[in-house]
């Protein structure tokens, strides 16, 4: 069974870090492109971040460009989204997933999902 769990969600104040985990079952993430995306209230799901499987090369929407950082942990079939200085507009469903390749960083890509982790930034 293919499994990505997301973990690391929560509530926290504006200003503030969180960190995201996409927990691997059932495959090897580093055969993988992963990405991060988010979902708020009334938009449509969009890109953060992903990485890639062939060059290691990652991409940032703007909106969260030196803020957040992806990174991956081969020996615990782990990628991480650092997140840093977060705004309530951050605030959304985050998903992490897998595809072949990203070459855009968006949904449509992704072959494998995760159930989802909410970020609430709010004081």
């Known amino acids: 069974q293919v499994q990505l769990v997301e973990s690391g969600g929560g509530l926290v104040q504006p200003g503030g870090s969180l960190r995201l985990s996409c927990a691997a079952a059932?495959?090897?993430?580093?055969?993988?492109?992963i990405g991060w995306f988010r979902q708020a209230p009334g938009k449509e799901r969009e890109g953060v971040s992903c990485?890639?499987?062939?060059?290691?090369?990652?991409y940032y929407a703007d909106s969260v460009k030196g803020r957040f950082t992806i990174s991956r942990d081969n020996a615990k079939n782990t990628v991480y989204l650092q997140m840093n200085s977060l705004r309530p507009e951050d605030t959304a469903v985050y998903y992490c997933a897998a595809s072949w390749e990203y070459y855009y960083c968006s949904p449509e890509e992704s072959a494998y999902w995760g159930q989802g982790t909410q970020v609430t930034v709010s004081s």
């Open positions: 059932g495959f090897t993430l580093d055969d993988y492109a």
């Open positions: 990485i890639s499987s062939s060059d290691g090369g990652t």
